[in-house]
């Protein structure tokens, strides 16, 4: 078969619909017809920078990892799941073997194989193969858009629960209100936050936090001229202990400071508002070289974690989470596209708004020949 429609980056700015073999799958694995994904930040900067951090596209690449679909086809040793299965597509193999994957961090597995980073293929096309296990079916009640969320959502149930270890009655600080900063918000209110700080440089941004997840925010003061970023980051820390009331230790300190924005300033404003003893996790990717205060690091007994991806248990918690209630993804998909329209939904998503004004939170390409409002 070779009737696999598929949106491939060719070069910086160049894109394209290509046709491609359908893959061939192997006893433990599923052939998935994919129905929805969402277009991910890390999408954007290989389309226009043609790199994210180390990974640099050197070749022809079919972009897309947050996908949901159909069961096509099972391998012959396959029980989980069946043809005709909805599922929710984890899209990064791993070996299994080595000592990240048998300690239970294989997300860090030196051999892991993900969807749209390069040299591997992702899941904007008709069809993509996963390994059987990292197909997760749907509840009745979750639709294949939302399937499609569980990916992100997963990043954020890693960051918060699983890294950040948050409690019940704990305060938290979000930098960034793009799609992965609100999900944060959304699991840490899911998991019983008493306090979620909203951080953005957009108000719009901070008013839909405020509504979704939120329950303050911050809108950080402009940089001076000639004022350096570290000036301005402790400027701005200490304008947000003054406004929020926020204090080192006790009821009104921060114990999680979670950065999504990848930011300098949002990163060293972090370090500077957690508690002492509290926890700072790194999700959105920024610039490599940082300037941090390790003096603050190292007083405060700070745990500083980098946050890559999702591990085990993440994905089962993102749909339970989703399907019980506790958190709402519908509200985020902003904008929706045709699979001939992939173009436009990534132009668009760089933009930050559509034509006719409204911003964009989530943008959700239906795959080829699906209706954009098949669920």
Known sequence: MSDNPSFVLK??????????????IDANEVLVEVKKTGICGTDVHFLVHGRVGDFIVEKPMVLGHESAGVVSKVGPSVTNVKVGDRVAMEPAATCRKCEACKEGRYQICPDIVCAATPPTDGTLARYYRLPSDLAYPLPPNLSLEDGAMMEPLSVAVHAVSSLGALRSNQSVAVFGCGPVGLLC??????????????????????????????????LPPSMDKGESEVAFSMRN?????????????????????????????????????????????????????????????????????GSFRYGPGDYPLAIALVASGKVDIKSLVSHRFPFTQACEAFEITRNGKSPDGKGVIK?????????INEV
């Open 11 to 24: 070069g910086i700015l160049d894109v394209e619909i290509q046709q491609k073999p359908v893959p061939e």
């Open 185 to 218: 918000m959304a699991v840490a209110k899911a998991l019983g936050a008493s306090r979620i700080i909203a951080v953005d440089i957009i108000p719009d941004r901070l008013e839909f936090a405020k509504a979704y997840a939120a329950t303050d925010t911050f």
């Open 237 to 305: 820390a200490q304008a947000m202990k003054e406004k929020l009331g926020i204090t080192g230790h006790g009821p009104r300190a921060i114990d999680l400071v979670l950065d999504a924005s990848g930011a300098d300033v949002a990163i060293q404003t972090g370090i500077l508002i957690a508690k002492s003893g509290g926890t700072f996790v790194q999700v959105g990717i920024g610039n490599s070289d940082i300037t941090i205060d390790m003096f603050a690091v190292l007083c405060k007994e700070l745990v500083v974690r």
């Open 363 to 371: 943008v959700m390409i239906s795959g080829p020949d699906v209706d």
